[in-house]
């Protein structure tokens, strides 16, 4: 069975673009079990986090954080730079670009695509 807590001796550290030390209480958060972001206590968190936000930006004002799927951010972009019926130029680079297309399509954005031979507008 593999065995994931076998680190050798010595402080670790995080390279990313690294090296960062992480500090222990740190490492000891990240291994808790998560919450359910369906179940009520995600719910309170969300509301005690966004009622701290506040300080952060120095608001009192009401503070949105969005939160969705890859997906949902692609149609964030969309929908708040274009409206249905702007045209826009895609460049086809495989899969990712294809789904992007086809989302700005079903939201009525004209769609005009370069690169691959073929590629439906």
């Known amino acids: 069975m593999l065995k994931l807590d076998n680190h050798l001796?010595?402080?670790?550290?995080?390279?990313?673009?690294?090296?960062?030390?992480?500090?222990?209480?740190?490492?000891?958060?990240?291994?808790?079990?998560?919450?359910?972001?369906?179940?009520?206590?995600?719910?309170?968190?969300?509301?005690?986090?966004l009622d701290g936000i506040k300080k952060i930006f120095k608001t009192e004002q009401p503070v949105i954080i969005?939160?969705?799927?890859?997906?949902?951010?692609?149609?964030?972009?969309?929908?708040?730079?274009?409206?249905?019926?702007?045209k826009v130029l895609f460049y086809e680079t495989g899969h990712f670009a294809n789904l992007w297309r086809a989302l700005a399509k079903r939201i009525g954005i004209e769609v005009e695509v370069v690169g691959k031979a073929g590629a439906d507008t």
């Not at 390279?15 to 990240?30: D, E, F, Y």
């Not at 969005?66 to 702007?86: K, Q």
């Open 66 to 86: 969005y939160s969705a799927s890859g997906t949902g951010s692609w149609e964030g972009a969309l929908v708040n730079v274009l409206n249905p019926g702007d």
């Open 9 to 49: 001796s010595g402080h670790h550290f995080l390279h990313i673009p690294g090296p960062s030390s992480v500090p222990s209480r740190i490492l000891r958060a990240i291994s808790y079990q998560t919450i359910d972001h369906h179940g009520p206590e995600f719910g309170a968190f969300g509301l005690k986090v």
